[in-house]
């Protein structure tokens, strides 16, 4: 029985974007301490209509926004290798490296100081904006009065409808471990049984915790209910 794969730490990337809009990966990285439970991404439109009292059509009047948004956690009781070096005791020595991304810069292209751009990618999932906003509760507390876990919500915001899904390591294309296999929802196509679900195809593969990229590569809508046949990322 193939033993369960350890997931990968999520990260926060400083990005910027170039004079075509493609993105540009600076050296800022911050690798998360805990993966976020879920992932909330929020799509939206901004519409109008015609003058109050008259019936009017809908219509569209500025661009579409995407919005993610979760919760870390961090905690300076944990393994010491997930410590900041020489802050091992107060829990904002490592979460000042997520509000990082709140500070405005100076930027030539623009008349006013913007937050850096930033990219969140965990596993196949990407995501490029702005950080939006950032709430942080401290939850516990030393005898001393340091803070020693802390929960940071941030939301980012994209001026486009984002769904990227990236290859992991060792897909069709790419370079790296996972068993030789590809990222979920590639060839080849997996026959589902009789009565099982996309997260008993993900488990059967050894890969319980690709469930939801495979399920949103397959357009599965409820990964509960049995499809007929999935494209997966590798061998049985």
Sequence with gaps: MPEPQTIAKAELQEIKWDNNQQVVELEKKVRVQFNPDSLKVAYSNTLGGGDQGK????????????????????????????????????????????????????????????????????????????????????ELF????????????ISLLSQDIQREIRDLPGSPGGAGANGGQGAPGRTPQEPVRQGETVQGVAGRQGQPENWRPLAEANNVDNPRRPPGLLSTGGGR
């Design 55 to 138: 019936k009017a059509a809908v219509q569209f009047v500025s661009k579409s926004t995407t919005k993610l948004a979760l919760d870390l956690w961090f905690d300076v009781t944990v393994d010491p290798d997930d410590r900041a070096p020489g802050a091992p005791n107060d829990v904002r020595l490592l979460t000042r490296e997520v509000s990082y991304f709140m500070t405005p810069k100076k930027d030539p292209k623009q008349k006013n100081p913007v937050p850096p751009g930033v990219r969140f990618a965990w596993g196949s999932f990407l995501f490029d904006g702005i950080m939006e906003s950032l709430n942080e509760s401290l």
């Design 142 to 153: 030393s005898e001393e009065g340091r803070p020693l876990r802390s929960k940071v919500s």
